[in-house]
């Protein structure tokens, strides 16, 4: 069992570059892919952002490339996601993932609110 709580959300202006994070329970972090999804208001959940557990392959929606930096640290048990240049529409809640993919095991956190501001 993992359990995943962001944190780092907030009213942010545009062009803002805040930093999200989402610390994993359980001694297995390092086995699992993490990452990020969001959903705007009205709008269905969205892929952000992944890393592989190793930390060495990354991948990025193409809405976000150029600005958003996923990152981990397997000695913190803690995923980052890094937003550069936000804009209005990046307004959502974001939420952190855990995917093994040996096990087909998959876990979410309550999702952490990010309001930009024009």
């Known amino acids: 069992q993992v359990q995943l709580v962001e944190s780092g959300g907030g009213l942010v202006q545009a062009g803002g570059s805040p930093r999200l994070s989402c610390a994993a329970s359980g001694p297995t972090f390092s086995s699992y892919d993490m990452g990020w999804y969001r959903q705007a208001p009205g709008k269905e959940r969205e892929f952000v952002a992944v890393?592989?557990?190793?930390?060495?392959?990354?991948y990025y929606a193409d809405s976000v490339k150029g600005r958003f930096t996923i990152s981990r640290d397997n000695a913190k048990n803690t995923v980052y996601l890094q937003m550069n240049s936000l804009k209005p529409e990046d307004t959502a809640i974001y939420y952190c993932?855990?995917?093994?993919?040996?096990?087909?095991?998959?876990?979410w956190g309550k999702g952490t609110l990010v309001t930009v501001s024009s």
């Open positions: 890393i592989s557990w190793s930390g060495g392959s990354t």
């Open positions: 993932n855990a995917e093994q993919l040996v096990s087909g095991m998959d876990y």
